[in-house]
Nanobody
Framework: QVQLVESGGGLVQPGGSLTLSCAAS???????MGWYRQAPGKERELVAT????????NYAESVKGRFTISRDNAKNTVYLQLNSLKPEDTAVYYC???????????WGQGTQVTVSS
């Protein structure tokens, strides 16, 4: 069992930046990791994923060039750098980890990001 705890959310003006962190209670070196978000009245959507070693990263079209996912397996932590934020980025951001082929996955509790002037 792995617990994921997100942090770093907050209120930021359009064009601003935030860095989200996802700290795991156990080792994540054998887990793919991802960030998802859910805006009010909308379904949860994928934002970005990163492979176990960090060599493969995928992004939603809406965040490409603005967001960067990274990980530090030694610290059991995944990050999401959010730049050039827009009001439509406002959502609760969730961290997810999963072990490929095992059916095992974990979610964090989410952190709120609000982009508003």
């Amino acid at each position: 069992q792995v617990q994921l705890v997100e942090s770093g959310g907050g209120l930021v003006q359009p064009g601003g930046s935030l860095t989200l962190s996802c700290a795991a209670s156990g080792a994540i070196f054998n887990m793919n990791m991802g960030w998802y978000r859910q805006a009010p009245g909308k379904e949860r959507e994928l934002v970005a994923t990163i492979s176990r070693g960090g060599s493969v990263r995928n992004y939603a079209e809406s965040v490409k060039g603005r967001f960067t996912i990274s990980r530090d397996n030694a610290k059991n932590t995944v990050y999401l750098q959010l730049n050039s934020l827009k009001p439509e980025d406002t959502a609760v951001y969730y961290c997810k980890g999963w072990r490929p082929g095992s059916g095992e996955y974990y979610w964090g509790q989410g952190t709120q990001v609000t982009v508003s002037s």
